[in-house]
C-alpha cells in the first residue's frame, strides 16, 4: 500500500505492506503529531507596499483540539 499523496505521478511518501486500522492510524498520526515545527516566509501587501513576513506554525501541543480531515481523492473504494 502507498502512505500518503502520490498524485500525477509525484512518489509517495512511503510505500508498505498491507497493515491493520490500528497501524496506519498509529503510522499517519504519529508522523503529523511527530513534525517539528514549521517556518516559511509570506508576501503581504500592507496597503502601500509588498513586504515579507515569516510565520511559524508550532508542533502540536498536547491538549489542544484538532481536526483531522481524510481524503481518499476520489480513489479510495467505501469497501
Given amino acids: 500500500m502507498e502512505m500518503g ?5 509525484e512518489p ?11 497501524e496506519i492510524t ?7 503529531i511527530e513534525d517539528p515545527a514549521y517556518t516559511r516566509t ?3 501587501w500592507d496597503g502601500e507596499q509588498w ?3 515569516e510565520l ?3 508542533p502540536f501541543q ?3 483540539r484538532v481536526l483531522a480531515f481524510i481524503n481518499g481523492i476520489g480513489g479510495t473504494p467505501l469497501s
Avoid: F, Q
Fill in 26 to 32: 498509529e503510522l499517519l498520526a504519529s508522523s503529523i
Fill in 12 to 22: 509517495c511518501r512511503e510505500r508498505k505492506l498491507l497493515l491493520s486500522a490500528d
Fill in 42 to 44: 509570506i508576501r503581504v
Fill in 62 to 64: 498536547r491538549d489542544v
Fill in 5 to 9: 499523496i502520490g498524485i500525477h505521478g
Fill in 56 to 58: 511559524t506554525d508550532r
Fill in 51 to 53: 513586504r515579507e513576513v
